[in-house]
Nanobody, 115 residues
C-alpha cells in the first residue's frame, strides 16, 4: 500500500515562503509522475505542479516563477518550495503519485497566507 505523507504547512504572511515535503513509502522510481495539488475552501482541487519521471516539471500559470518542485530520490522525498506567497495560495496542499494503475494521495497539509 503506497503512503504519501505531507508536512511543512502553516501560517505565513503574504510575501513569505514555505517548503512542503512529501514522504513516499516506496521508491519514487515506481511512479510515472508525482505532483502537488491544492484545494481552497469551497473550490475544487486543482493542479499546482506535475513532476514526471522524465521531462520537465509543469506548473499552473498562477504559481510559475514562485513555486519549485524538487525531489530527493535517495530518500523518497518530494518537495514544493513556495516563495512570494499570496493570500490566494491559501489551501490544503496534497501530494500525489501515479503508477500505471492508480493515483495515490496524501492526507494534505494546510497552508494559510495572511494579508
Amino acid at each position: 500500500q503506497v503512503q504519501l505523507v505531507e508536512s511543512g504547512g502553516g501560517l505565513v504572511q503574504a510575501g513569505g515562503s514555505l517548503r512542503l515535503s512529501c514522504a513516499a513509502s516506496q521508491s519514487m522510481f515506481s511512479f510515472n509522475v508525482m505532483g502537488w495539488y491544492r484545494q481552497a475552501p469551497g473550490k475544487q482541487r486543482e493542479l499546482v505542479a506535475l513532476r514526471p519521471y522524465t521531462g520537465s516539471t509543469q506548473y499552473v500559470d498562477s504559481v510559475k516563477g514562485r513555486f519549485t518542485v524538487s525531489r530527493d530520490n535517495a530518500n523518497n522525498m518530494l518537495y514544493l518550495q513556495m516563495n512570494s506567497l499570496k493570500p490566494e495560495d491559501t489551501a490544503v496542499y496534497y501530494c500525489s503519485a501515479n503508477d500505471r494503475l492508480t493515483q495515490y494521495w496524501g492526507q494534505g497539509t494546510q497552508v494559510t497566507v495572511s494579508s
